[in-house]
């Protein structure tokens, strides 16, 4: 294999790592509000995953605060007097978002060697289709998989 080839290869697995660490590492799409037990009152529920959740938490706190914009990535407080309830991990949810990334770096590496090679065989094509429906699949189904309630 050419250095170039390699070094091409090396770059688009760590930007697909990086997005795998970057897309399910942060809560997007927090739900909060007010608590249904008690007034004054917040709750923050965080999500982590994409397409599957496969971590989800819940913080509350007995008055109505302002949550930091940095709390949304699991080791961190959402918020200095928040208090932790409880949370939910699921492995498989987990595995589904791994093997979606893993599917997408492979059908990029697979462009590229062909780019490089200047010809793309019939196998290659065969995976590569294969590995998008695959995806597609998992993203329209992944959300059955996920831990929130």
């Known amino acids: ?32 509000g007010g608590r249904n037990d008690r007034k004054p009152g917040m709750e923050v529920e965080r999500y982590f995953g994409c397409p599957a959740c496969f971590y989800c938490d819940l913080w509350r706190s007995d008055a109505s605060m302002r949550i930091e914009p940095w709390g949304f990535a699991p080791p961190l407080p959402i918020a200095p007097k928040m208090y932790f ?17 893993m599917a997408g770096i492979v059908v990029v590496v697979a462009v590229a060697v062909a780019e490089h090679r200047g010809r793309i065989p019939r196998w290659m094509v065969v995976l590569c289709a294969a590995l998008v429906v695959s995806a597609i699949v998992m993203i329209m189904f992944g959300g059955r998989t996920s831990v929130h309630p």
């Open 85 to 101: 309830v409880y949370s939910r991990f699921g492995t498989l949810p987990l595995l589904l978002d791994a093997v979606l990334v």
């Open 1 to 32: 294999m050419a250095p170039e080839l390699r070094k091409t290869i090396r770059t688009i697995v760590l930007i697909g790592l990086a997005a795998f660490v970057l897309i399910n590492g942060c809560s997007w799409q927090p739900g909060y």
